[in-house]
């Protein structure tokens, strides 16, 4: 049977498609397609996680961050907040929970048969499982991996000759995606503090990096590369580029040199350097940040040679005139003021004009529009029409630029601000598909997850957010997220802690004094409260009771509660009702 049916869904193996009650395709990677297709073959059994990642990643090096991620876009597809559908087995792995009709019998995961070996074995030996199960769940499996793999690849390639004159046209060419090679990062100081942290920084690197979709990811288990053409293995060789770099330490700081090199040339085709710290921040999130900090950019420069011939500041647009008004834009969406703000959008309209189809003043124009709504600069009668606008520019951006990461973090961002949170959800999933590191889509899903009702999950994707520091120009948003979060769960002296922290950073905001006073009125702090609000007020005159709280939109019924109690909590304090 191909067709699997559960919970109102139908799982389709023959297309790769999961579709929803009215049919309707619900869009999945291969990997999440993949783990779908045997969560549900496997309904009711319990199925560990290193049974999962060794089936969805064989003989490949992936780190469980890889497993969650499919996990969490599973869910995100089929409405699972509740975790009703998939749950957690302490301990022993994942059972999917539903009623399947048409569960093939020759693909149920042996379960006994398999975790007898060692960690170390299934290092060393990456067949060991394979030998220990049943031939048929081997046939099986690679079968179903066979025709999702031959669909989406056809799919793809009849995507991408339709598309080409809109992608870089060598990418029709292209029989695989570039490997990527990472090899062991290298330690300066011969210590055994240095090697380690060294080592837990390239695995963190490495396990951000097979996340990404349009590249593969291999690790080399060998001595760190000192020179990359001379001597190196034939595994070195046939990867595209090679990734590696040197690690620093001083007395209160680590700093990471690294590159990454075209190996059939030995060309360097970007350096970076990152430095972390160490005053008062855990050995864990050093780590985070180093490999964070290398990965962002790196991703970030993965995309971008996706769309050689893309517009804007960012791949070096031949189009000067509208390279010099996105970067004017840029500037007015991040220091904006009202006045400033109407400018910038006259300017970017005639700019469009004149260049329609130039994506990136269409990705601009739409983040410049998403900050009007965010800041209530439109009247009733044009904030319909500036939503409607913004989401037709982004999606015109996306359907010529599917991957264009500019564009999915500006539609990521319009969706949560426009209180689309479901659709939300899988945009910022799509962000972090190619760059696993991107703060910023972190805070907006993090935004979505408080607004449905889930804090606890928002105060972890904040967080995480804050663990990677990347941009540094957005860490002030995760920040005021966590301090949002805590208040919300009534903790409020964290919540003083993390708003405060968020004001040292952009304290030329009102939003966050506002949401200052209120914690510091919950903490006992009543006398801070009233002079926090009044700088709030200051920053930000016109703020009432009315305008301060969150649309109510599709927000859950428990995030409107908390909403009012914070907002009245400001009204105790001095904020006028209206």
């Not at 920053?539 to 301060?548: I, K």
């Amino acid at each position: 049977m191909e067709v699997l049916r559960f919970a109102g869904f139908e799982l389709d193996q023959r297309r790769a498609e999961l579709r929803d009650a009215d049919g309707s395709p619900v869009r999945l990677r291969p990997k999440t397609f993949d783990m779908l297709y045997l969560f549900a073959a496997n309904a009711g059994r319990i199925v560990s996680k290193q049974e999962l990642m060794e089936a969805i990643w064989p003989n490949i090096h992936v780190g469980e961050d890889s497993l969650f991620q499919c996990i969490r876009e599973i869910r995100t597809a089929l409405g699972d907040e509740e975790r009703s559908l998939i749950k957690v087995v302490s301990g022993r792995g994942y059972m999917f929970d539903a009623e399947v009709t048409g569960a093939p019998a020759d693909l149920v995961v042996q379960t006994e048969s398999v975790s007898t070996a060692t960690k170390e074995e299934r290092t060393t030996a990456p067949s060991a499982e394979m030998h220990a199960a049943p031939a048929a769940r081997q046939q099986s499996f690679r079968g179903l991996r066979g025709w999702a793999a031959i669909v989406v690849s056809f799919c793809a390639i009849l995507g991408l000759a339709a598309a080409a004159p809109a992608i870089a046209p060598n990418l029709i060419f292209s029989r695989k995606p570039p490997v990527v090679m990472v090899m062991p990062i290298a330690a300066a100081n011969s210590d055994a503090q240095s090697a380690s942290m060294a080592g837990n920084v390239t695995e963190r690197l490495s396990d951000g990096l097979a996340r990404i979709d349009t590249i593969r990811v291999v690790t080399s288990r060998t001595k760190p590369a000192t020179a990359l053409l001379a001597g190196v293995s034939a595994s070195v060789v046939d990867a595209d580029f090679l990734v590696n770099g040197e690690l620093q330490r001083s007395p209160n700081a680590w700093t990471l040199e690294a590159r990454m090199t075209d190996t059939a040339t030995g060309e360097v085709k970007w350096t970076t350097s990152v430095s972390v710290g160490t005053d008062e921040i855990e050995t864990s999130v050093q780590q985070s940040r180093l490999a964070a900090g290398l990965g962002h950019e790196l991703a970030l420069r993965i995309n971008a040679s996706l769309y050689p011939d893309a517009g804007g500041i960012a791949l070096n647009s031949p189009a000067d005139n509208a390279k010099v008004v996105v970067e004017q834009a840029v500037a007015s969406i991040n220091q904006t003021t009202r006045e400033r703000f109407a400018t910038a959008q006259v300017m970017l309209e005639n700019a469009l004009t004149e260049e329609p189809d130039n994506v990136d003043l269409q990705v601009t124009l739409a983040a410049l529009q998403t900050r009007g709504i965010q800041m209530v600069w439109y009247g009733p009668v044009e904030m319909t029409a500036s939503e409607t606008r913004a989401r037709s520019l982004l999606e015109r951006a996306l359907h010529a630029k599917p991957r264009y990461l500019p564009g999915l973090e500006a539609y990521c961002r319009f969706l949560t601000a426009t209180n689309n949170f479901v659709e939300s959800l899988v945009a910022c999933a799509r962000v972090l598909n190619l760059d696993p590191w991107n703060g910023g889509a972190l805070y907006q899903l993090g935004l979505t997850q408080l607004q449905l009702g889930r804090t606890e999950d928002a105060l972890a994707t904040f967080k995480q957010a804050d663990g990677f520091d990347t941009p540094a120009v957005s860490r002030w948003t995760w920040k005021i997220g966590i301090g949002w979060a805590y208040l919300m769960l009534g903790r409020n002296d964290e919540a003083v802690e993390w708003i405060k922290k968020s004001i040292a950073i952009t304290p030329a905001s009102g939003r966050p004094y506002l949401l200052l006073a209120a914690a510091l009125q919950r903490a006992g702090h009543p006398d801070e409260a009233k002079a926090a609000l009044a700088k709030g007020m200051a920053l930000r005159p016109n703020s009432t009771a009315l305008n301060v709280r969150p649309p109510d939109r599709n927000a859950s019924p428990a995030f409107v509660e908390a909403s009012v109690g914070i907002v009245q909590t400001m009204v105790d304090v001095g904020l006028p009702r209206n």
